[in-house]
């Protein structure tokens, strides 16, 4: 039942350059084989004969354990199945904490498993809700209030406690072409075909250990919702195809089951996988096809790492939390690689979407998103490599990430995008430095003196700084989103523009209106003029400086005068120390100019 697997050198050199064949997807899927053989074995060692369910798992892992001998494609169907992992892994989290574990599954997957070969079996399984789950298939209604049942197969047809009957071949999921069978809900299935190439899709929203993300399963969808989720697959997979040839090939191969997630609000974007569900990406609706092709792309990148963790450690246990540019939360360095390498994929769908586009405002995404996530990979590659959290095969794997991203950095972008995507990606690093990065207050205090006294900054400037959770409050919500929505949704933005409807301060106006020297002049004044502490209008300015890009012409005082025309040390000041200067000036209190201020440090 277990035969260990290696990953040949070249598999491992494509998937860390962000590809795969589907050649290397199947040495994926052959170890999560071997992976969940394992965890069975380990299900059975644990588990104590005498517990609920144990006789089931018994007889499921011996039926499984016939299907692998006469029908070895479908025992290995079976344990690639995504259910079968969450299970398996939740299971056997609870026996070892001595939580009740649900035994009884492996009965309706070894079920499910015969039914497919058209084995003869006969088995008890579990009734959940009303239903007999045949998990990857679907579930069968049955009545009454017992809470098992005889599933009965002779090959042909399967009987459920003597009174239900329906040929085996009938039980399968549902593409919406087939003729209904009798108290049986095939699990909806969306089959996309575009240029040569299909792919079937599992819509899984009733097994409970796929149920496993943030937000729930989008349980109970209706034949409408279905059909919907269907036209939107195949939309998104025709432009995979027509564009991203090599990446739909490789979803082909490894992704078999999407579950459909109910967001907090129809504006939501979620998308999620997990390493206990090898093949399965959760998602809410995606609002067109290159949304969903990007999502696809996307969480298919995490499959792919989360597949190679399990075969190759890469992350060393511990280590301290990073920065990451697509995170408002500091996060361990395990999950800086998941984002990097997904984001290779993401930088790399847009590198050739921007030419497949024609609509202005289309062509105008894709070339910003590309330019803004491009941008990510060689920082979480310099981080992760200067963190010591990697393995030797781990530095290999992130070098490359680091050497294609490099590459992805060379191509040009045009003026207005590239702009956009840098705003974006400087309001995210500044509005995370503000709410993230402590300062030591003593050294604080020093600066503060050195600065009332005159003095020169020296290297009084590399004041010690760490990373805390929530250390500020700080980030302009509002003004976030329209810097990100003015490129992702620009109509969305010009008509939330004109029509006023988005609450700005005078100063975020003048920003999102390009009026850099107007807007610089203005968070100045309001830093300036209030009693305390204005976190999001110091990030505004740092905005603003660096949007201006040339000194700001205002009157003041010589030194004043004399930081304007230093406008790019100014600029670098903001980007690189703001959680310092901020600090320092909220030291020293109402009265002090906060370009005067900047300038010093600059």
């Known amino acids: 039942m277990i035969t260990p697997l290696g990953l040949p050198d070249a598999a491992f050199a494509a998937l860390a350059s962000g590809a795969g064949d589907p050649a290397v997807i199947r040495h994926l899927r052959e170890g999560q084989h071997c992976k969940h053989a394992m965890l069975l074995h380990a299900v059975a060692g644990t588990a104590d004969g005498a ?31 995504p259910h079968l992992g969450g299970w398996a892994h939740d299971c056997l989290i609870r026996l070892e904490t001595g939580a009740p574990a649900d035994l009884g599954y492996l009965a309706c997957a070894a079920a499910a498993a015969a039914v497919r070969a058209g084995i003869p079996f006969e088995i008890d399984v579990p009734v959940r809700d009303g239903r007999v789950p045949l998990p990857g298939l679907g579930s069968w209604e049955v009545t009454g209030d017992a809470a098992w049942i005889r599933l009965t197969g002779d090959g ?6 003597g009174r239900l009957e329906a040929a085996a071949s009938t039980l399968v999921p549902d593409d919406g072409t087939a003729q209904p069978v009798p108290r049986w809900r095939g699990t909806p299935v969306a089959r996309a075909a575009a240029g040569g190439l299909a792919w079937d899709a599992l819509l899984e929203t009733a097994d409970r250990y796929l149920d496993r993300y943030t937000l729930p399963m989008a349980a109970g969808m209706t034949e409408e919702e279905t059909a919907a989720w269907r036209r939107r697959i195949q939309s998104a997979w025709q432009v995979l195809v027509s564009h991203h040839r090599a990446a739909a090939e490789s979803i082909a191969a490894g992704l078999s089951v999407i579950v459909p997630l109910t967001p907090l609000s129809g504006t939501d974007l979620v998308s ?125 794997f992130v070098r490359e990430i680091r050497d294609q991203g490099q590459g992805l950095a060379s191509e040009h972008v045009p003026d207005i995008p590239l702009r956009l995507a840098e705003a974006a990606a400087l309001d995210h690093r500044l509005t995370w430095q503000v709410r993230h ?38 980030g302009s919500d509002v003004r976030t989103r329209l810097l990100n929505l003015r490129y992702l949704e620009p109509s969305r933005y010009r008509e939330l523009r004109a029509s006023g409807a988005a609450s700005l301060s005078e100063a ?34 740092a905005l603003a400086v660096h949007q201006a890009g040339t000194p700001v012409q205002r009157a003041g005082t010589a030194a004043q005068r004399a930081g304007a025309e230093r406008a790019p040390a100014l600029s670098e000041a903001l980007a690189t120390k703001l959680p310092i200067i901020f600090d320092v000036h909220t030291y020293l209190g109402g009265g002090v100019d906060p370009l005067e201020l900047a300038g010093w440090f600059g």
């Open 51 to 81: 517990a609920p369910g144990s006789a089931a798992f018994q007889a499921g892992y011996e039926l499984l354990s016939r299907v692998q001998h006469a029908q070895p494609r479908t025992g290995a169907w079976l344990l690639g199945l």
């Open 272 to 396: 999620a996988t997990t390493p206990a569900a090898f093949g399965a990406v959760a998602m809410s609706w995606q609002p067109d096809a290159v949304t969903m092709a990007e999502t696809l792309v996307h969480e298919f990148q995490h499959v792919k790492l989360c597949g190679l963790m399990d075969m190759i450690p890469l992350v060393r246990p511990g280590g301290a939390k990073v920065y990451a540019p697509w995170r408002q939360d500091p996060r361990p360095a395990g999950g800086l690689l998941q984002g990097a390498y997904a984001h290779l994929g993401i930088a790399r769908f847009w590198s050739v979407q921007q030419h497949a586009e024609t609509e202005p405002d289309e062509v105008l995404r894709a070339q910003a998103s590309f330019a803004r996530w491009r941008s990510t990979i060689d920082m979480t590659a310099r981080t992760l490599l200067e963190s010591g959290c990697l393995t030797e095969p781990g530095e290999r």
């Open 437 to 474: 990065m402590a300062t030591d207050a003593a050294e604080i205090a020093g600066l503060a003196a050195a600065y009332r006294l005159g003095e020169r900054l020296g290297d009084q400037g590399a004041a010690r700084t760490w990373i805390n959770e929530d250390f500020r409050k700080a």
């Open 508 to 541: 975020d106006d003048l920003l999102l209106s390009g009026e850099a020297g107007a807007a610089v002049r203005a968070y100045r004044n309001q830093i300036a003029g209030s009693p305390g502490p204005q976190p999001d209008a110091w990030i505004g300015l």
């Open 156 to 161: 042909e047809y399967v009987t459920a406690g």
